[in-house]
């Protein structure tokens, strides 16, 4: 069978709606991972995808409706059944409340380039050094457990308003734990990027193992509110949480920690120090994204009828205050604030800032440090609450030292809440949150301190 290009599928597709508004929306998506475990390779392979979405649009007495509907659609003839399946859909829809004027545009001037593709190759840089991981971890005791996964998704965005936009996104992703043989120990780190060319998996391999050594020495730290050390993952998942939180509609309705008491929203609210910085930026280097809104449905931060809407840099808190929440047009107009989109990349900073994790426990007098987090569940939305499990290490520092291992704990805390007592502040870098990685890959986040972290009770998790 002859392979169509997603940009002939889109043609197609918007043909078929037959002069009714439409957006066809093309996700070519390529992905090679490798994936071991007792210290050697299990599996790997190459996987490839097309799926096309189409938005239908259809005028009622009461306003515009709209569907959406998916499919691994393949030629002419299955992307005008997806088509009519999505306008008889739309035209037995309610009004939608978001309606608003398709964005006007047109092609831009990498639309024809074909889709991106990834294959084992892009393994070359880590595979050796992987080998010799593997080798020592089995001749020392270690079991190492992990995968590496790139891939490669072209988004191709048609509409009969005439946008024609494409986007192409590559994601590198490593995960590794090591484990003591009697498996009484356990440690993790992850890293996220573009390629694997600056993954330096001997360095890797020593924080591990330093970490393994660490859990060999148990100290024992009542729960209770405590000063806590964030590794930048942590941090990562926490910020991210904030970030999904700040919907401007649901601010403006009053029904989120980001609403005003009385009405309104929190913006201008200080929420932290002086100094401190929450941005997503489509240009950010090492992790930059889509400069265009692509949604394939509508929900609360997005709208299908903004696909096409150009991205820019966002400040979401600079100097401390909050400076913008998440919405559509719709949702920017409802709750009266300057119209953000959503982004898909988040950078926390400070002014001044200096140093990494290390330096941060050789500047601590005292405090736990927490290197991950885990099953995170929203508690109080009015409060953004959270509860989750430290995960993989938790370790008291003293004196500057880290002195051995506390177990882990539940905690509850609201990420917006400890903003402001954040203390000392690393520099940024690039990171993986521990559990939002799956979704969220795209973080520069510094390690930091905080003041009174609420760990809830004893964890029996390894």
């Known amino acids: 069978m002859t392979r169509v290009s997603p940009q002939d599928l889109i043609e197609h597709g918007l043909r078929a709606a037959g002069g009714d508004q439409a957006i066809v929306l093309v996700s070519e998506q390529a992905e090679a991972n490798l994936r071991w475990a007792r210290g050697t390779l299990t599996t790997n392979g190459e996987m490839s995808s097309t799926t096309v979405t189409v938005i239908a649009f259809a005028d009622t007495a009461t306003g515009t409706a709209t569907a959406s509907l998916s499919g691994p659609v393949h030629d002419a003839a299955e992307v005008a059944d997806l088509v009519a399946a999505a306008q008889a859909r739309a035209r037995d829809s309610a009004a939608a409340d978001d309606a608003a004027p398709l964005i006007d545009g047109a092609a831009a001037v990498d639309w024809s380039v074909p889709a991106g593709i990834t294959t084992a190759e892009v393994f070359a840089p880590l595979t050796p050094a992987l080998g010799e991981v593997l080798t020592r971890g089995r001749a020392d005791g270690i079991e190492h457990v992990g995968y590496a996964e790139h891939r490669t998704t072209t988004t191709y965005l048609g509409s009969t308003t005439g946008m024609r936009r494409r986007h192409e996104q590559a ?133 299908v009828f903004d696909n096409g809407l150009p991205l820019a840099r966002t400040s979401w808190v600079t100097n401390g205050h909050l400076d913008a929440l998440v919405g559509s047009r719709h949702a920017a107009a409802t709750a009266d604030v300057p119209l953000t989109p959503g982004i898909d990349n988040l950078a926390l900073a400070m002014d001044g800032a200096t140093g990494d994790l290390n330096a941060l426990v050789a500047r601590t007098d005292r405090a736990l440090l927490i290197t991950c987090l885990w099953y995170i569940r929203p508690v109080d939305p009015q409060t953004l609450l959270v509860t989750g499990l430290t995960r993989d290490g938790v370790y008291l520092v003293e004196g500057g030292e880290i002195v051995g291992a506390v177990g882990n704990f539940r905690f509850n805390d609201s990420p917006l809440g400890l903003l402001d007592r954040i203390g000392d502040v690393t520099t940024a870098a690039p990171t993986l949150a521990r559990e939002m990685g799956d979704y969220f890959p795209r973080a520069s986040m510094p390690a930091v301190r905080v003041d009174g972290f609420h760990l809830s009770t004893r964890s029996q998790a390894q």
């Open 171 to 303: 994601e590198a992703r490593l995960e590794l734990t090591a484990k003591s043989h009697d498996r009484t120990r356990s440690t993790w780190v992850g890293q996220a990027g573009e390629t694997f060319v600056d993954v330096d998996l001997p360095s890797l391999d020593t924080r591990l193992r330093r970490a393994l050594d660490w859990q060999g020495t148990r100290v024992e730290v009542e729960p209770g509110r405590q000063p806590v050390l964030l590794s930048p993952s942590a941090t990562a998942d926490l910020m991210i949480e904030l970030y999904w939180a700040a919907d401007a509609r649901e601010a403006g309705e009053g029904r989120s920690a980001f609403s005003r008491p009385g009405g309104g929203t929190r913006l201008g609210d200080r929420l932290g120090p002086a100094g401190l910085h929450l941005l997503s930026d489509p240009a950010l280097p090492g992790l930059g994204t889509a400069d265009f809104v692509t949604a394939a449905a509508s929900s609360g931060t997005a709208s």
